[in-house]
């Protein structure tokens, strides 16, 4: 037993990313401009970005070591890409308000990486226990983040209070959510005697639904609950609004994107891979479905009433969580045999939703740093204060809800479309989903319309930063890149889904 | 294949890279930071573009406040208080206007304003004022222009080299589908954006690329003097503009062209509505640019949503979007259906085409830079609906007689229409706007009459190049007499600019159908069909259009260039009645309109056998009976030849020689009656305004009283305030307690796993 260098080479992108997160914390003590910190943090994501290139580029996949415990393949590269892009976004984002407002910049973005390499962990690795180390890597430093605003901002003498009481209700309720997500998987490893996926997938087509399949139930509940609570379903999600609202903008953006697509991947990794949907696909399919159904409907519902612009993103980010069930649903309806489409559109939906959620923060923080405001309301007429943050902005929201021929609009169609040919009692779910988007018109548009029409509070011209700048430019880039090339895209997302139902030998 | 054809995604890629080139790039980083001022004032320009167009009720007021002062250019809250325009405008005169354009805009405020008189005379000295410094673009804001014209410029000449290619190859001239790109292609789901490259293609591309080059060339000097600070946006709209029409042109299939269609109506949009700065004139009865850029735009909705419903019926039917594909898919066609689905799509064109009853917004949208007119009317929006028709023509052809007789029939009504309004018109861009919509309404015709497409499209080109000189011409006129429009303060220009009237009469004569112009083969063509194919009433009208044609235009010639005392009778120079000097125009002017000119005298002769011309074959693989083919062979062309003559010499006897009292028609009261009802539109607008203000307001009362708050209030509210409420008591839910948070998260685990343990063994 000994590690290989093949073994260190396939975890080189989250050992670079390791030790950049070190190289920042202890440059914090050095360097005397924080400016530094955000450049070698922005710009040392390069190596691990190179890594990822490499392996990418080699030969065959997918790709094991550490005895099966890492699993790199299309799909975990996908979301290492994905997982570098949210790094980047994020640090552009939260240049300035981490500068102005936490004064721990090195801290920060040192908390980030760590968070990230957990995050990239838990896409790529096949075992238990590996999977489930790596998400309590990618939470503390969220806990962490989520009550660093130790200072108020001006302007919102609660500010500090609201962040640590965040904090404190995020390390509560993620341990609550972790205790069970554990449950589950000792419950998994009980009727299996494996932690290893692919033991686990070949362990479970011998017991069939045997008398083990109750136990197997719970432990499918408990660790659907368990990254529920990651992924903010409903109804896992009570932590999110006020977690969201409490912390400092821009580590809610990163809780919105970064724990969201760990979430995710992990999910659907632990599911499809461990032979999960085979087995008990019938109901294992009405689990995902109503949560799917109670993701998207309270997320939209209300998110209609929310006044705080971080409050209604929160509840937009738990109706999003519900269109991606949506799809997983329909994966684990038709195992093997749903629509390749539908499962390429999973990742891309998750992708457009990053890129897109970057961009949406950096307009709020862009407003909130100029005006310190966060509420609905201050969106006011900001087309009269700053045409391009408005133009920017209102791309992003309607990218979000879904207003083609936007890339949003196009992920969404995708896996609708999808899930809609896989037939059965999928139909009704998309009809579900589709009078969700409806309403979900009414608090973007309704944005949109309050940025374009709405008299402005005061006739004055925001300054946004280069930082947010460029953040909320490469966003519109971004979304009007993947609008026009969305097949490169979709068939990159359709490698990765290839890889992950590919484990078990379901082919098309 | 030619090349020409296989990468002719060259010719719209063009215009795009010039709208990047220049927005992205040399106008933020080289044109604004490059001005030694007014960023701010810039970029609220661009923004009052939107402003107006959204809020055009506030609109009207506020161009008081900032009389020829982009500093303080402050849409939307302006205090508009007539003293303080007052103040401002005599501001602007003690040497701070920026722009010639300024004066004509300090002296509409200034004439409403209370004792405003003695200042217009004021104003009417600082006319001859030289350019103020601040006034002219930045040296990259030209760069921008010639980068554009450049661009364009190398479009038109691939466009020509696909027209020389086709006509070598006729194989070709049956269309061709060139893949362009695969946007989505997953799960069944294909949407590919391909190019269909034929003769009508490529006809429509030379069009569309020469008048936009010649226009763009021509902007130069007209822009500078309108709205110096807004020279690159100009361009760069321009460029989106033609990339718009190239799209829709090229287009194999209804989803791109669709797009095309509404990229035209967005790029009108901003174009008309880019003097945003210039406040309505009720008195002239001209609207804020603001206001018609919106109404262009609210009317072309009407259309577009026929015409997408068209579209819709036309995909569920067949599964398809692409032209050539619709026929073969339609199966046991449901001709009623189909019939149907024409008319919704003729709907698009009609509001397109400026058609009646959707013809209001293109007069209105003369309040546009008249460049940006001449784009309109001859080349892009307005021939994009004549376009939608030729290009889906197989369909309305298998249809039946009656969607095609739907086209012909608001062609020639409309034709004697907007004809009979512009006889009594004094605004000289009115007058040509009407002059358009009633050509249009031939072009329609001749896609309505004739089996084939090529009459409309012959006439669709010839009046390109005729419209396009006529407007730059009537744009060289205004810049020579400081942008008045009124032709009561014009007369006897032709001496006077003689580059300018030269063509512009060459161009009045071809609209007018004297022999041997270009106007004159293409219209009469139509007129033969319509008798052809048995139509006497189509027939009447259009060829009482040709005489009012005549008439109106050289009514317009002797008021604008002739008068008491010129040349010939009156036909070439005279007296002046402005009071502004007039002004030379330079080259960059005149030489777009020599250069139409040719085409406006010569095109015909494509049509012509006698000469060779053989364009019916180019465009749809037969040529026509030697009867249209060679109008002298004809017996009819008499009719038309005495229609055009009678009405160049009515006009001539009223405004040239002034030997026809002036007032024959209106001494009597029926003609004074019927003069006051063209004068007003027959009164479309008001019956518009008055039908949305008191039937559609007024039903919706009545609706909103009796069946909305008490039937459908209980329900929408009943639902609305549901989820509202739903969402509020959800909303309670989060009660910000740690510990419900907890239990709500451990009790939902446990309850799924109950029900589910539930199913699972009981369902056994």
Known sequence: ?508 | MSFFVTDIWVIPALPLLAFLLNILVLRPFFDLSNRDKGHAAEAAAAHGAQGHGANTAAGHDEAHGNVGDPEQHDIGHAEASPDDAYVRALDTLDGHIDTPAAIPRALRTAEKTPGGYALVQLVEDAEQHPHHPHGSPTIWARINGYMGILFMGLAFLWSLGLLVALMQNPALQRGETVPIYTWISVAGLRYPIDFYVDSLTAIMLVIVTAISLLVQFYSQAYIEGEEPRGYSRFFAWLSIFSLSMLLLVLSSNFLLIYMGWELVGLSSYLLIGFLAKDAAKPEAGRPSPGAAALKAFVVNRVGDFGFLIGILILFTATGTFVFTDIPARLGPINLALLTVAMILVFCGAVGKSAQFPLHVWLPDAMEGPTPVSALIHAAKMVAAGVYLVARTFPLFHLAGPQALTVVAYIGGFTAIFAASIALVQIDVKRILAYSTISQLGYMFVGLGVADTIGPGIFHLMTHAFFKALLFLGSGGVLLAVSMNQDMRKMGGLATRIPLVAFPFLLATLSISGFPFFAGFFSKDEIIAQTWEHGDYILYAMTLATAFLTAFYMFRLWFLTFGGKGGKFGGLWGGEYRGTVAVKKPDFRVWLPLMILAVPSVFAGFWGWSSVGGNFNAFITGHPLTPAFANPFTSPLTIFGVGASLLGIALAWGMYGLQVVPRNVFVSNPLGRGFATVLWNKYYIDEIYLAFVRYVVMGLSKVASFFIDRRIIDGIINGAGSGVVAFGRGLRRSESGRLQNYGAAIFGGTLVIAAVFFAVVYFGK
Request: aromatic share 10%; charged share 10%; net charge neutral.
């Open chain 1, 1 to 508: 037993m000994s590690i290989t260098a093949t073994d260190l080479w396939l975890l080189s992108p989250e050992i670079a990313l390791t030790l950049l997160a070190l190289l920042v914390l202890s440059l914090d003590f050095v360097v005397k401009r924080k400016a530094i910190l955000s450049i070698v943090s922005i710009l040392g994501l390069i190596a691990p970005a190179a890594f990822v290139t490499q392996i990418g580029l080699t030969g065959s996949r997918p790709l094991s070591g550490f005895y099966g415990m890492l699993r790199v393949d299309n799909y975990a590269l996908f979301f290492d890409y994905l997982f570098l892009l949210i790094g980047a976004g994020v640090v552009l984002v939260s240049y300035d308000y981490v500068r102005l407002y936490l004064k721990n910049t090195g801290e920060f973005y040192a908390l980030m990486l760590f968070s990230l390499v957990g995050a990239m962990m838990m896409a790529s690795s096949s075992e238990l226990i590996t999977i489930y180390i790596a998400l309590e890597l990618t939470s503390f430093p969220l806990y962490i983040m989520a009550g660093m605003l130790r200072n108020s901002v001006p302007g919102d003498p609660g500010s500090a209070s609201r962040s640590s009481e965040a904090g404190i209700k995020y390390v509560l309720l993620g341990a609550m959510s972790s205790a069970i997500l554990l449950y589950g998987m000792a419950l998994l490893y009980g009727s299996t005697g494996s932690t290893d996926l692919g033991e686990i997938a070949t362990a479970l087509t011998s017991i069939g639904h045997g008398p083990n399949s109750l136990v197997l139930l719970l432990a499918d509940v408990f660790i659907f609950a368990g990254f529920g609570f990651k992924i903010s379903a409903v109804p896992f999600h009570m932590w999110a609004p006020d977690i969201y609202e409490g912390a400092p903008t821009p580590g809610t953006l990163f809780f919105s994107v970064a724990s969201k697509t760990a979430g995710f991947a992990a999910l659907i990794r632990v599911f499809v891979d461990g032979g999960l949907v085979q087995t008990s696909s019938f109901y294992l399919w009405g689990l995902i479905a109503i949560a799917a159904i109670l993701s998207m409907t309270l997320g939209n519902v209300v998110a209609i009433v929310q006044s705080d612009i971080k409050r209604m993103m929160a509840y937009s980010s738990i109706a999003q969580a519900g269109y991606i069930l949506v799809g997983f649903a329909a994966l684990a309806y038709r195992p093997g045999g749903a629509s390749q489409a539908g499962n390429a559109a999973i990742l891309v939906f998750l992708a457009i939703y990053v890129i897109t959620n970057i961009g949406a923060f950096a307009g709020i923080i862009a407003l909130a740093n100029a005006t310190g405001g966060e509420r609905v309301r201050d969106f006011d007429g900001l087309v009269r204060r700053s045409p391009t943050l408005a133009v920017g902005m209102a791309l992003c929201l309607l990218s979000l809800a879904g207003i083609p021929p936007l890339a949003g609009a196009v992920s969404k169609i995708i896996i609708f479309i999808s899930a809609w040919q896989d037939g059965g009692l999928l139909p009704w779910l998309v009809i579900i989903a589709l009078i969700n988007s409806v309403i979900s018109i009414a608090y973007y548009v309704g944005v949109v319309y309050r940025i374009f029409v709405s008299p402005p509070p005061r006739e004055d011209r925001l300054r946004v930063s280069p930082a947010l700048s460029v953040a909320l430019g490469l966003s519109v880039v971004a979304i009007i890149a993947t609008t026009i090339f969305i097949q490169p895209l979709l068939s990159a997302g359709g490698l990765g889904a290839n890889d992950l139902v590919g484990f078990l030998g379901l082919t098309h």
